[in-house]
């Protein structure tokens, strides 16, 4: 009687377990249901504090006893709780002893850090300090800093650039190279430009070849005696390479400015006039050297050679800025310029339209220049003419020494005469 009780109580207790384990599965199996979405931003689930109280009510009972505990009961199902997801971790008294060990790290490194910075140094062993990390400053680098001197100006020019007098390494000067006193030097460049090279100007436009200016062996020395007159209390640096570099791309200036006052002249003349009517009067202009003559349909004799008004309207271009200046030489070389200039813009009207202008260089109109040379005369004439372009009153009235005659090939250019 007393063991079918007992086996009765055993019956009763399994289908108790049974019950419990059954009722357990469902839940699992309705939660898992509501764990198929993904975790939340951020890895955390919506029931979270739900699961660190659940867990954090369960602790986790050693394995030995486990064992111990399975093998004194009688019945053959497992009633331990199914074991949770942090089963594997640590037990609390590891964690206990974790905290402690990180606590004790903490105060040693505190104490370390306040003797490192009572001593100045840094402690790499201890026991042990070493000195202290210096900064990387300017002055251990090598480099010095010196405070600018708003005073100070410019260093003159470089021993290299002062040897290279006429370019020949590349050395370029301009106005602000030019030795001028720095007190005035406002002064000075207003005087360059008005005085100096007016003079040198002048000189190349009595050169029967204009257009080798700077090769010339009286370019230099005309450049330092002009700079000597113009300023009187700078002859120390009258050698200065600058004055002549200046100078030497001044005529490239005044060539050019001939050039195209030249192209001016023309484009005036030509201007509003339907393209026949232009190729016929720049064919008639051009033959037998019409454009500098006043009356070309004169009798010979009569034609006023040298004192057309197209001639003359470029020729002011040379005379007004020369005009002041005492010259014993005529003009012949700014004449013949003048007439090649002339020349050339005829020629880009040639087909009764304005072509893309040609350069007005030595290469192509230097043997027309010196051409022309030979028929230059009427100086006199020429100035008085020339005058009344350029507004002036007085005429300059000067003596001038004729130039050579060099003997060139029988050329139009070089018997045009009335």
């Known amino acids: 009687m007393a063991i079918t009780q007992r086996v009765r109580g055993v019956v009763a207790d399994m289908g108790a377990n049974l019950k419990r384990k059954a009722n357990k599965g469902a839940g699992l199996a309705t939660e898992a249901g509501k764990r198929m979405r993904g975790d939340d931003i951020g890895g955390l689930r919506p029931d979270w504090k739900k699961q660190v109280k659940r867990k954090d009510a369960h602790v986790p009972v050693p394995v030995s006893q486990r064992k111990q505990a399975a093998s004194s009961q009688v019945?053959?199902?497992?009633?331990?709780?199914?074991?949770?997801?942090?089963?594997?971790?640590?037990?609390?008294?590891?964690?206990?002893?974790?905290?402690?060990?990180?606590?004790?790290?903490?105060?040693?490194?505190?104490?370390?850090?306040?003797?490192?910075?009572?001593?100045?140094?840094?402690?790499?062993a201890p026991?042990?300090?070493t000195a202290p990390a210096k900064k990387r400053t300017t002055s251990r680098m090598g480099i010095q800093l010196n405070p600018a001197d708003a005073t100070s100006r410019a260093e003159p020019l470089s021993t290299d650039k002062q040897r290279d007098a006429h370019g020949s390494t590349g050395?370029?000067?301009?106005?602000?190279?030019?030795?001028?006193?720095?007190?005035?030097?406002?002064?000075?460049?207003?005087?360059?430009?008005?005085?100096?090279?007016?003079?040198?100007?002048d000189w190349a436009g009595t050169l029967a070849n204009p257009w080798a200016t700077s090769s010339h062996p009286d370019f230099g020395p005309l450049v330092m005696e002009a700079w000597c007159d113009t300023y009187v209390d700078l002859?120390?640096?009258?050698?200065?390479?600058?004055?002549?570099?200046v100078a030497a791309a001044a005529l490239r200036t005044w060539r050019s400015d001939i050039g195209k006052a030249g192209v001016d002249a023309v484009d005036t003349l030509m201007a509003n006039k339907p393209a026949n009517e232009i190729t016929a009067e720049v064919s008639q202009l051009l033959h037998n050297n019409c454009f500098i003559r006043?009356?070309?349909?004169?009798?010979?004799?009569?034609t006023a050679v040298w004192l057309s008004d197209l001639f003359l309207?470029?020729?002011?271009?040379?005379?007004?800025?020369?005009?002041?200046?005492?010259?014993?030489?005529?003009?012949?070389?700014?004449?013949?310029?003048?007439?090649?200039?002339?020349?050339?813009?005829?020629?880009?009207?040639?087909?009764?339209?304005?072509?893309?202008?040609?350069?007005?260089?030595?290469?192509?109109?230097?043997?027309?220049?010196?051409?022309?040379?030979?028929?230059?005369?009427?100086?006199?004439?020429?100035?008085?003419?020339?005058?009344?372009?350029?507004?002036?009153?007085?005429?300059?009235?000067?003596?001038?020494?004729?130039?050579?005659?060099?003997?060139?090939?029988?050329?139009?250019?070089?018997?045009?005469?009335?």
């Open 75 to 124: 019945s053959l199902i497992d009633d331990d709780p199914e074991p949770s997801e942090f089963q594997g971790d640590e037990s609390e008294t590891a964690l206990q002893a974790a905290r402690a060990s990180k606590t004790n790290l903490n105060t040693r490194k505190s104490v370390s850090d306040s003797n490192t910075s009572a001593s100045g140094g840094t402690q790499s």
């Open 127 to 129: 026991g042990t300090i």
């Open 171 to 201: 050395a370029k000067y301009s106005n602000m190279d030019l030795p001028f006193n720095k007190h005035r030097a406002s002064q000075d460049l207003a005087k360059w430009r008005s005085v100096f090279l007016p003079k040198v100007c």
């Open 235 to 245: 002859v120390a640096v009258k050698e200065d390479p600058a004055i002549v570099y």
């Open 294 to 302: 006043r009356y070309p349909d004169a009798p010979a004799g009569e």
């Open 313 to 418: 309207q470029v020729f002011s271009t040379h005379l007004e800025d020369t005009i002041k200046v005492e010259s014993t030489a005529y003009p012949i070389g700014a004449v013949c310029l003048c007439a090649a200039s002339l020349e050339r813009a005829l020629n880009l009207w040639k087909t009764g339209t304005k072509s893309e202008k040609a350069h007005f260089s030595d290469a192509l109109w230097g043997s027309a220049t010196e051409i022309y040379a030979l028929s230059a005369d009427r100086w006199s004439t020429i100035f008085e003419e020339t005058s009344k372009i350029i507004a002036r009153s007085n005429a300059r009235k000067v003596k001038r020494e004729q130039q050579p005659v060099v003997d060139y090939a029988l050329d139009p250019r070089a018997t045009i005469c009335d």
